[in-house]
Every structure is written in C-alpha cells, then in structure tokens.
C-alpha cells in the first residue's frame, strides 16, 4: 500500500467536486461532494488530520477503511429516546454514500465518570472530512448539514495536511498496573451475583466486567495501537473514536470487537449472539479439545442461550420474517472462541436503524437477563463506569444506492488511551455454575489482545 499523501495538487479534483455540487445543492439536504485521492493507510490519513471528532471504522472482514474529521452535525442527548427525532430528520436528508459515526454509552442511566465525559452519553457526527479506501482506490468527501455556509466546506477541504507514515517505533511499556476490581474484590463480586442468581429471584444471567488501567511514562499513541490490533485481531470490527481536548490532548475509545450488535442493508436487518467462551490453544489437538469442551459445555450454551432468547424477543415485533442458524456453531477468533449464533431478518414498514439499536443494545451477552435487573447489579458491584465499553459503536446512513443501512458493533474488547494512561475493558456472563477464578482467568485472556500488542503477555496472562 502506498503512503502517498493528498498533498496540495491531490486536492484539486475534490475542489472541483465541491465547487459542482454546490451549483446544485438546495441547501435542505446534506451536501456530499466526493473525489478520487490518493490511496494511503487510512489511519496514517486521520493521525495527520487536526480538528475534533477524529474517528476511524473498518467493518469485520472488510476491505473498506473509512476515516473521518471534524464535525459538519452533531446530534447527541442523554438517551436513544432523546435523539430521535434530529436523529431521523438528519438521516432523511442524507445521500447515497453517506454515513453518521454512531456512539453511545453502555447504561445512559449510570452515572458516568469524568474520563468518559468527553464522549457524551449518545453521540451520532456527520463528518465534516471523510477518507475511504480499500487499500486499492481512495476518496474523499467533505459534508455540508443542511443550512451551513459553503465556506466551511471550502475550508475544510484546505485545511486537510498529507497522510503520516504509519508509525513503526515500538509501544512503550506500562510501569504500573491497577485493576479494578483487585481479585479480592471480584471474588466478593462474584460471591453476591451467584448468590441472587441462585435464589429463587428472577436474575438468571449478569455480565460482570473488570478494568486494567496500565500507567506509561509517555503518551500513548491510539493510531500505532490500533493499527498493531488490526494486525493481532482478524475476524474483528476496529474503531477509534477521539473526543475532547480544547485544553488538553483528545481522548480514544479504541475497540476490537468481534460482536456485531446489528448491520443493515435496505430491508435485511443481521445480528448474532455471541456468548460463551474457550481460548485457543497452540497444538491442533488441544485446540481441538477445547473446541469440543465449548460446544459441548452445558453452562456456556445457558449462557448463550439468554442472548438468543433476547435477540429473538426484540426483533420479534420490528421485522415480518426472522430467522437463525437454528443450532450455535463456533466463532473462531485469532486466540479465542464463542459461541455463535447468527440471526437474519426483514424489518417491517416504517422500522428503522435506531428502533433497532434501541431493541437490541444491550443484548445479554454484556447486559444480562432479565436485561433491568442485571444492569442494576452491573451498577452496583462494578467498581468503574464502563462508558462506552460494550456500548453501541458504528455508523448509520445511507448505502451507494441511496437505502437506509447501518453497521453497529458491541464495543467489549476495548480501550480508553487518555494521555498517558490506557485503561482496558472487558467482562464475562456469569451464570449459576460460574466460577470466580476462571471468570477472572477468561477477561484476563480477553484483555490479552491489547495486552500482547503491547508486549505485556506475561504480565497479562500470568
Ligand atoms: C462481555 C464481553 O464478552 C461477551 C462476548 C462474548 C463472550 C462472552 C462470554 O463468554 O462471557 C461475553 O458475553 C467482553 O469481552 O467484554
């Protein structure tokens, strides 16, 4: 691939792309003007960018990168309820092409705290800038909300700078480790949840998460990280979403996720359950082994099965035809397993991506079920805010003809760089027959992926 930057030349055919769909722009819809440019690595493209919003999104198994600056809408409120409205007259004037990034946190409810302030609580950006590529041919467009002045557009377009070479120095290493909670406090943690889930009460299933927050003498850098965790994390979705900074460097929420929450095409709504879990194995015979004892494994297919019953119960009411893999296979990942189920369906007239998001997040395979009573427990025993981990994070918009589509993933597997300090987030179903040291074991395997990029495997792992 090459690194060849959208210098000053580079930019004239996106000049003149905007300067032609300007003569015909009614200023009521969103403007789109885009143009080839030079391919280069999507993330080096944004890294070199300056501005808010800076976000970047390659889909699972996608060739398509997509990285983004600035802000040409915003939309955002406290809950899914609370934009929906500007959320569906911004998607009404969107065209073909065109995409909003979509992020929300885990529990609007909780009471967030203040590293995750930056982010919002529900956030969904028109980008102002947008770089395409999938590592062949490339373009970019530039946004107008309906109503802007041309010249924010035009200046945008000048205000773009050349791709950085993707950075090759090595990460540094963290000097100090904090989990929260501490082992002892997990297994007190785990003690109260088996303990309501197995009395008589309605609690069947909760996801109990951890944080690692790891201490580095320098400022982590969110673009080299995630580009080693495209690289360690096929079979997944990656994003990076930065927020804030006016007086200090911006924060990011990185995410290596191999959970789809839902993707949209037209009609044709897809999600799956992904719940239970095996590492991998280095010899084919153990591999092999721990494949079996995943599908085999009674307590994993329970706790699968909640988010299969939740998956089929929300979707129910939106769709005219939904149907699922009947029996779970295995999701094999780089150094893990799931179980897996994949779900597809037609959405009824007048359904659309929100009602989805609103339907589905949060599945049991981060919530729990039944779904308020196990966020009640989350807020309680954990001992953080999980702010965007296992929230929704993706994009909705419009596909090349024009139709409503949408892709949005689960963020678990993820992380939060601010400054020099990166916090990493993970969880795991307990059910009756869970047990605290192997739940401990499992996020610890889980966390592993960020931890290896980092050179921290045996620190991690131990
Ligand atoms: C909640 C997480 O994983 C979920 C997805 C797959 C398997 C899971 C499990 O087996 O516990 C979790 O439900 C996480 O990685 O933070």
């Known amino acids: 691939m090459s690194n060849t930057a959208p210098t000053p030349l580079a930019l004239s055919p ?17 403007l789109r003007a885009e143009a080839p440019a030079p391919p280069a690595d999507a993330l080096g493209w944004l890294e070199a960018q300056a501005g ?4 970047y999104w390659r889909g699972r198994g996608e060739a398509e990168a997509r990285a983004s600056v600035g802000a040409a809408a915003v939309v955002e409120g406290l809950t899914l309820e609370a934009v929906a409205a500007p959320l569906g007259r911004l998607l009404g004037a969107l065209p073909a092409h065109a995409r909003l990034t979509a992020t929300a946190r885990f529990d609007a409810r909780a009471e967030g705290g203040a590293e995750w302030a930056p982010f919002g609580a529900v956030r969904f950006v028109l980008p102002r800038v947008e770089y395409r590529t999938d590592g062949r041919a490339a373009s970019v467009a530039v946004h107008l909300a309906p109503g802007e002045a041309p010249d924010a557009a035009r200046a945008a377009v000048e205000a773009l700078r050349p ?27 785990l003690r109260w949840a088996l303990g309501a889930l197995s009395s008589a009460g309605p609690l069947q299933k909760v996801v109990l998460a951890r944080r690692a927050r790891f201490s580095f003498e320098e400022a982590v850098d969110p673009f080299a990280l995630l580009r080693r965790l495209e690289a360690a994390t096929p079979r997944c979705f990656h994003a990076l979403v930065e927020a804030g900074g006016a007086d200090r460097a911006p924060a990011a929420f990185l995410t290596a996720t191999p959970e789809r929450l839902f993707r949209l ?24 082994r721990l494949r079996d004892e995943l ?18 119960a929300a979707l129910a009411p939106l769709t005219v035809s939904l149907d699922d893999d009947g029996d779970a296979s295995a999701m094999t990942l780089a150094r893990g397993r799931h179980l897996y189920t994949g ?19 949060p599945t049991p395979a981060v919530g729990g079920t039944p779904t308020p009573l196990a966020l009640d427990a989350i807020d309680r025993l954990e001992p953080f805010d999980r702010g965007l ?31 020099r300090t990166l916090s990493l987030y993970s969880g795991a179903g307990i059910v009756v027959g869970s047990d605290p040291a192997a739940e401990w074991a499992e996020i610890e395997h889980k966390i592993g992926d960020f931890a290896r990029v980092l050179g921290l495997t045996d620190r991690a792992e131990s």
Do not use: Q
Request: glycine content about 12%.
């Open 14 to 30: 996106l000049r003149r792309a905007l300067a032609d769909a300007l003569r015909s722009w009614d200023g009521r819809s969103v």
């Open 52 to 55: 808010p919003h800076r976000a």
């Open 163 to 189: 791709s950085a070479a993707p950075a090759t120095a090595e990460l540094p290493l963290p000097f100090m480790r904090r989990d929260d909670p501490d082992r002892a406090d997990w297994g007190r943690m």
């Open 265 to 288: 095409d037209g009609r044709t709504v897809e999600t799956e359950a992904v719940a239970g879990t095996r590492p991998r194995a280095a010899s084919d015979a153990d591999d092999d």
């Open 295 to 312: 599908m085999g494994s009674e307590k994993d297919r329970r706790e699968h099965g909640y988010v299969r019953e939740r998956i089929a």
């Open 343 to 361: 779900f597809r369906g037609t959405l009824a007239d007048g359904v659309g991506a929100l009602d989805v998001l609103r339907a589905l997040h």
């Open 389 to 419: 981990y296992a929230g929704p994070v993706g994009w909705v918009g419009r596909d090349g003809a024009g139709r409503e589509a949408a892709e949005v993933a689960v963020g678990i597997r993820s992380g939060l760089v601010e400054g």
